[in-house]
């Protein structure tokens, strides 16, 4: 039987992987102090060259979300079918003293997400290809759900 | 010196199968050439586009090649407001009297699928399932909720006021009222927009004759002048359509910025404007539109829906011909829609969706990906 050993990142600079600890990874702009995510060849804001690479933190919280309900049509590249296909949460987290990113979340169910609360990173296989690597990529979940596993 | 828009055209928003998006722009031309009354071959200029349909200036196969500048303008939602922006700097530096603009556009059925390369984004961003300008329109007025004690019968109205509109607008797609329990109860598709609270990508063209302030009178006694034209682009760290990250300190957004320059440009304030279209792909955008363009404090807007203010009859009358929500978008056309119902507001050629009174001065808006606005003020 075919073992899925392999696994890579959906894209190597967005975060560190493989890691038993991933981080993501963006930048600070060593001229005005202005943080990218994903990690920047310049600065968005002054345009100086070559920011720092800086790994950000892997704790944040919910600043906004919604539920993806229908399957998006490319770009968009899972293993799911239109059958298979299961509404994801998408929303911006809140890192301390950096930014705030755009994610998915691991909790699709409404109920169970609020403004406001404590998010911890989470990676997670977003497609496996045809000769079995896995494709991983970057996602939140809340924290209060992890407690309860 | 203003620039008059002298004649105003468009072809039905919605699904035209028999026509293909440049015939529908060549359709609206016409009808902005007759209502100036004026000929193709008598415009000195042309600018316009469409982000599906093909180069603008094609336009010259269908009305005729005369050799006259046209310029093809592609800016995502603003391309309406920045062929009009265009021609008015063309009018205003004295290299022409008159010239037309030209939006049109014919978009496959389902939301968008742009490229990420297009915005200077790397290819995982559409292979996660980020690249749906419906999620960011969704989380942001799941904030600007949060925030704002703003509630989903507020948005339900947004959409139920579009249809009601649009009934009354004999180029409307949408033509059927909805009512609001129905709205609120319809499938969810990014959390809280429900199926009808959100436009879909449609079909349709409108074009705009515009002169010399001082010639106006030889082709209209109705003249609408644009007192401003302002577009913008997104400043670092704003929260916008496309963006993988935000700041931590707030930071003002496109339609803020291209508002304020344009009530400077005019020389009004908000409390001048007597009827606005904004730009309500879904209802969400139109509530938090209405505070970025300075009609009302953030929050005001649950108060304001409930009296009805933006309503045909109401105080400040908000998309009276049934907004992006019930005319659908066609991109390079929406803006240009827009313009063509504020011009027969002003001109009080509304029918039965005039507003009452004497409006002498309106305001149109766009936004788009990936943080991009456009703001025209326009005045009888």
Same mark, same amino acid.
């Given at each position: 039987?075919?073992?899925?050993? #392999?696994?890579?990142?959906?894209?190597?600079?967005?975060?560190?992987?493989?890691?038993?600890?991933?981080?993501?990874? @963006?930048?600070?702009?060593?001229?005005?102090?202005? $943080?990218?995510?994903? !990690?920047?060849?310049?600065?968005?804001?002054?345009? +100086?060259?070559?920011?720092?690479?800086?790994?950000?933190?892997?704790?944040?919280?919910?600043?906004?979300?919604?539920?993806?309900?229908?399957?998006?049509?490319?770009?968009?590249?899972?293993?799911?079918?239109?059958?298979?296909?299961?509404?994801?949460?998408?929303?911006?987290?809140?890192?301390?003293? +950096?930014?705030?990113?755009?994610?998915?979340?691991?909790?699709?169910?409404?109920?169970?997400?609020?403004?406001?609360?404590?998010?911890?990173?989470?990676?997670? %296989? $977003?497609?496996?290809?045809?000769?079995?690597?896995?494709?991983?990529?970057?996602?939140? #979940?809340?924290?209060? %759900?992890?407690?309860?596993? | 010196?203003?620039?008059?828009?002298?004649?105003?055209?468009? $072809?039905?928003?919605?699904?035209?199968?028999?026509?293909?998006?440049?015939?529908?722009?060549?359709?609206? &031309?016409?009808?902005?050439?007759?209502?100036?009354?004026?000929?193709?071959?008598?415009?000195?200029? @042309?600018?316009?586009?469409?982000?599906?349909?093909?180069?603008?200036?094609?336009?010259?196969?269908?009305?005729?090649?005369?050799? /006259?500048?046209?310029?093809?303008?592609?800016?995502?939602?603003?391309? @309406?407001?920045?062929?009009?922006?265009?021609?008015? #700097?063309?009018?205003?530096?004295?290299?022409?009297?008159?010239?037309?603009?030209?939006?049109?556009?014919?978009?496959?059925?389902?939301?968008?699928?742009?490229?990420?390369?297009?915005?200077?984004?790397?290819?995982?961003?559409?292979?996660?399932?980020?690249?749906?300008?419906?999620?960011?329109?969704?989380?942001?007025?799941?904030?600007?909720?949060?925030?704002?004690?703003?509630?989903?019968?507020?948005?339900?109205?947004?959409?139920?006021? !579009?249809?009601?509109?649009?009934?009354?607008?004999?180029?409307?797609?949408?033509?059927?009222?909805?009512?609001?329990?129905?709205?609120?109860?319809?499938?969810?598709?990014?959390?809280?927009?429900?199926?009808?609270?959100?436009?879909?990508?449609?079909?349709?063209?409108?074009?705009?004759?515009?002169?010399?302030?001082?010639?106006?009178?030889?082709?209209?006694?109705?003249?609408?002048?644009?007192?401003? /034209?302002?577009?913008?682009?997104?400043?670092?760290?704003?929260?916008?359509?496309?963006?993988?990250?935000?700041?931590?300190?707030?930071?003002?957004?496109?339609?803020?910025?291209?508002?304020? &320059?344009?009530?400077?440009?005019?020389?009004?304030?908000?409390?001048?404007?007597?009827?606005?279209?904004?730009?309500?792909?879904?209802?969400?955008?139109?509530?938090?539109?209405? !505070?970025?363009?300075?009609?009302?404090?953030?929050?005001?807007?649950?108060?304001?829906?409930?009296? =009805?203010?933006?309503?045909?009859?109401?105080?400040?009358?908000?998309?009276?011909? =049934? @907004?992006?929500? &019930?005319? =659908?978008?066609?991109?390079?056309?929406?803006?240009?829609?827009?313009?063509?119902?504020?011009?027969?507001?002003?001109?009080?050629?509304?029918?039965?969706?005039?507003?009452?009174?004497?409006?002498?001065? =309106?305001?149109? $808006?766009?936004?788009?990906?990936?943080?991009?606005?456009?703001?025209?003020?326009?005045?009888?």
């Amino acid at each position: 039987m075919l073992r899925a050993h #392999k696994s890579r990142a959906i894209d190597a600079q967005l975060f560190t992987w493989p890691d038993t600890n991933p981080a993501l990874l @963006g930048s600070r702009c060593t001229a005005c102090g202005f $943080h990218a995510f994903p !990690a920047a060849a310049s600065c968005a804001r002054c345009g +100086a060259v070559d920011p720092a690479s800086v790994r950000l933190p892997r704790r944040g919280t919910l600043w906004a979300w919604t539920i993806q309900r229908f399957m998006p049509k490319e770009p968009y590249r899972s293993s799911e079918t239109s059958e298979t296909f299961r509404p994801y949460g998408v929303g911006y987290i809140e890192l301390p003293g +950096a930014l705030r990113i755009e994610s998915r979340l691991t909790e699709s169910d409404p109920a169970k997400l609020r403004i406001g609360q404590a998010m911890e990173l989470a990676v997670y %296989v $977003h497609r496996i290809e045809a000769d079995g690597t896995e494709v991983m990529n970057y996602a939140f #979940k809340p924290l209060d %759900v992890e407690s309860r596993q | 010196m203003r620039v008059a828009i002298v004649g105003v055209g468009m $072809h039905p928003f919605g699904r035209t199968p028999e026509r293909t998006g440049l015939q529908q722009g060549a359709y609206a &031309a016409r009808r902005a050439l007759s209502d100036a009354g004026v000929q193709w071959q008598d415009m000195q200029f @042309g600018y316009g586009g469409s982000y599906s349909s093909g180069n603008a200036d094609a336009l010259g196969n269908e009305l005729g090649l005369t050799g /006259a500048p046209f310029t093809n303008i592609l800016n995502a939602c603003a391309t @309406g407001g920045s062929s009009l922006l265009a021609a008015c #700097k063309e009018i205003q530096s004295g290299a022409a009297d008159i010239g037309i603009v030209v939006g049109f556009d014919k978009h496959d059925r389902g939301a968008f699928n742009a490229r990420p390369a297009e915005y200077g984004l790397g290819d995982w961003y559409g292979e996660a399932g980020f690249m749906l300008t419906t999620q960011f329109f969704a989380a942001k007025i799941q904030k600007y909720m949060h925030d704002y004690g703003i509630t989903a019968d507020t948005l339900a109205r947004v959409a139920e006021k !579009a249809y009601r509109n649009g009934a009354l607008n004999p180029n409307a797609w949408r033509r059927t009222p909805i009512a609001l329990e129905e709205i609120k109860n319809s499938q969810m598709v990014n959390d809280p927009l429900t199926k009808y609270m959100f436009c879909s990508p449609a079909e349709g063209g409108v074009a705009l004759v515009v002169c010399r302030e001082d010639i106006a009178q030889r082709y209209t006694d109705q003249p609408v002048f644009v007192a401003a /034209a302002a577009m913008r682009t997104r400043l670092p760290g704003a929260f916008e359509v496309y963006g993988t990250a935000v700041a931590l300190d707030t930071v003002r957004n496109a339609t803020e910025q291209a508002s304020k &320059a344009a009530y400077e440009m005019a020389g009004v304030s908000p409390k001048d404007i007597r009827i606005a279209a904004l730009q309500d792909t879904e209802a969400g955008a139109e509530v938090m539109h209405l !505070a970025e363009n300075g009609f009302c404090e953030h929050g005001e807007q649950e108060a304001m829906l409930r009296n =009805g203010d933006t309503e045909i009859g109401g105080r400040l009358p908000v998309n009276t011909d =049934g @907004g992006c929500l &019930a005319n =659908g978008e066609p991109i390079g056309a929406s803006g240009l829609r827009q313009i063509h119902e504020i011009v027969l507001q002003l001109r009080k050629q509304a029918g039965p969706r005039q507003v009452p009174g004497n409006p002498l001065t =309106g305001y149109t $808006h766009v936004y788009g990906a990936p943080g991009i606005s456009a703001v025209t003020i326009l005045q009888r």
